[in-house]
């Protein structure tokens, strides 16, 4: 069960990036946030309540619950899909790819313990590369640049790469269990985005059935709800290290889908890209998980 829902998860947010570009057509960024979020955060709620892991003497720490939701769910899912509604949803995904090397190098600043080796130093440098290879800057060809969708998708990266320090350094030690720190962080951004964002409009989604459908089933409730829920499960079946490799599946799940399904022109640079990523994720964690052991 572990192994199928392994592969599943990796399935469900390699998909996310082309309900994203679909909903971009009809509703802005943080219209779509806010649905994917609202959708989310009800089966995490539910069984959350089911396991009656919400406990009141949890509010205390609700500071960190709010940091969480604007870096972990708010800046993070708003980078991403303004990123894929300005890049092919493949070349958003693959992107999406370099998460581990922006959160390691996050690290490698701020915590002592994470060290900076040879082996890692030039992982980032390749992964940057490749990043540099998809932004295409230096092109006479205006048209054929990617930088500004480049920037959110880099932006939601580095987002969501400064959560995970955050939640190593204060969420961790609370032993509070998983669901309910889902529970507490998506209820906080929920918040947050009721409170900024714009509904004039937000019907538009309803336009598209399918759009509709991919935005509300595929980000919220498959995107959102269940896949926190099945990566804590991994997490407890697998043990952290193993359930962080399925990272290494939606790049490749959505540069399949944006291809082979969608029909998206991909260049042979962003092929190439796409290799130095993935080379720089496995020098980043090479060492640190041989450190682990």
Sequence with gaps: MALILFWLLGVVWGSNFIYMKWASEYINAQQIVLLRVVFGFLPVLLYALFKRELKTAHIKHAG???VMALIATVVYYYGFVKGASLLPSGIAGVLSGAIPIFAFLIAMLVL?????????VIGIATGFVGIVLIANPFSSDVASTNLEGVFYMVVGSLSVGVSFIYAKKFISPLAIP????TTYQLGFALVILLFFTDLNGIEGIFESTHVALGAIIGL???????AYLIY???????GAVAASSVTYIPPVVALAIGVLLVGEAIKLTDYLAVCLIFIGVILVNSKQKSHNK
């Design 64 to 66: 960190h619950f709010f």
């Design 112 to 120: 002592p313990e994470e060290k900076a080796t040879w082996r890692r």
């Design 178 to 181: 998983g669901a309910a720190l």
């Design 220 to 226: 919220g409730i498959l995107g959102t709800g269940l």
């Design 232 to 238: 804590y499960y991994l997490i407890e079946q697998l």
